[in-house]
């Protein structure tokens, strides 16, 4: 445990679902790493309650993330906001503030390389990319297994994806606000339409800009993420599709699918699935080798300390029957969101490099562009059109 005087002042922007859900219930928790100071979100009522709820005093709740890092001295700052994290992230790295940034880190390539030019200018490892199931330790369970294996054949990604009010149900959300102003909302419209724009030109249809942003930035990403940190990431992305015809991103997603290649010339498939009526999240990894294979299956994400499990089958030891196998399973209920938090604290007082940061996501956003340039049944014009 670490000592309380080297606790970070941390400031939270964005206090939704995943803010209410996980995050900051273990900020709490983490009482030794982390003191909370100040809290930001659009709805005056909604950081009231918030600010009431963890004790952060008044005159440290904002209405604008950008004011927030720039006057409550937070050492660190949580962004939890919807769609691109790019603009608050910049200004917080100029700031010299740490940065621990849910997905999607940026909605284009030329914001991602603007924080990496900042980051250079730090000096430091300035921002941690909040890709929790890379910070599953049953998916470090099956990187260091890895490590023996030459002759990985092929990699199957599957997500069963039911709606979010289902697997947010034990939660106890607060009501959704009403009190965000037409102004503040409209100006957070306005400037995800120009990134937009910029990624996909602005030509782009409602449903596609809802796809990318929605689906295949802000939840494919993940799966994306995981082929990338466990293997290299696609180096071609051959094949896309959607279906069934004429689903509404917006309403339902439907299923997406992406194929490619790994280094080594190992395929993958990741098949991603809204079933809204599905019971319960379920999201499976299964890498085939020529001697067995091994399948991580996650749960639930907002389930704090749910069970991750690691099945692997190999072949019997010699002298057994032939053809038999042996199956043996690592199970773990280490919270990969806390571990994510202890890693962000790491990066802060230690100055040690984040799991996933912006180089990383850099990358995961030029294999999303590639998927949705497949996905497309239009011309795209923007950074999406050479990616």
């Known amino acids: 445990m670490a000592a309380v005087t080297d606790r970070v002042a941390l400031a939270v922007a964005g206090l939704g679902a995943v803010a209410q859900s996980v995050h900051l219930p273990l900020i709490s928790r983490r009482w030794d790493l982390f003191d909370l100071v100040a809290v930001c979100d659009l709805s005056p009522s909604l950081r009231t309650a918030i600010g009431e709820q963890y004790g952060v005093p008044e005159e440290r709740r904002y209405a604008d993330a950008g004011r927030m890092v720039a006057e409550s001295g937070a050492e660190g700052v949580v962004l939890l906001t919807s769609g691109s994290h790019g603009d608050v992230a910049l200004q917080a790295l100029r700031a010299g503030v740490s940065v621990f940034c849910e997905k999607p880190l940026t909605f284009t390539v030329a914001e991602a390389d603007a924080l990496a ?22 998916v470090w369970q099956l990187r260091s297994r890895l490590e023996g294996i030459d002759d990985v054949r092929a990699v199957e990604v599957s997500v069963l994806h039911p709606t979010g009010e289902s697997q947010l149900a034990f939660a106890n ?20 339409e120009e990134l937009l724009d910029a990624a996909l030109g602005p030509g782009a249809s409602p449903s596609l800009r809802e796809l990318y942003a929605h689906v295949v930035l802000g939840s494919l990403v993940h799966d994306t993420s995981l082929l990338r940190a466990l293997f290299g990431g696609l180096t071609v992305v051959d094949g896309a599709r959607l279906w069934p015809a004429g689903t509404r991103p917006g309403a339902d997603p439907g299923s997406v699918e992406v194929t490619g290649t790994l280094p080594g010339g190992a395929r993958a498939r990741m098949s991603w699935h809204y079933l809204p009526d599905y019971p319960a999240y379920t999201e499976t990894l299964t890498v085939h080798h020529g001697r067995g294979s091994l399948t991580v299956t996650f749960g ?5 300390n749910g069970a991750t499990r690691l099945e692997v089958v190999e072949p019997a030891p010699a002298g057994t029957v032939a053809g038999g196998e042996v199956r043996s399973v690592f199970t773990s209920t280490g919270e990969s969101f806390e571990n994510e938090l202890a890693d962000f604290h790491r990066m802060v007082t230690t100055g040690e490099p984040p799991r996933a940061g912006i180089a990383e996501g ?26």
Do not use: F, N
């Not at 921002?127 to 890379?134: F, I």
């Open 117 to 138: 030019a900042a980051e250079r200018e730090l000096g430091r490892p300035g921002l941690l990319l909040a890709y929790m199931k890379e910070h599953d330790e049953a």
């Open 173 to 192: 959300l607060r009501p959704a606000p009403t009190d965000i102003s037409a102004d503040d909302g409209g100006s957070v419209r306005a400037r995800t």
């Open 300 to 304: 639930t994400p907002y389930v704090l």
């Open 362 to 387: 850099r990358a995961d956003i030029l294999t999303s562009q590639r998927v949705i340039r497949l996905l497309a049944d239009e011309t795209l014009t923007g950074e999406a059109a050479h990616a």
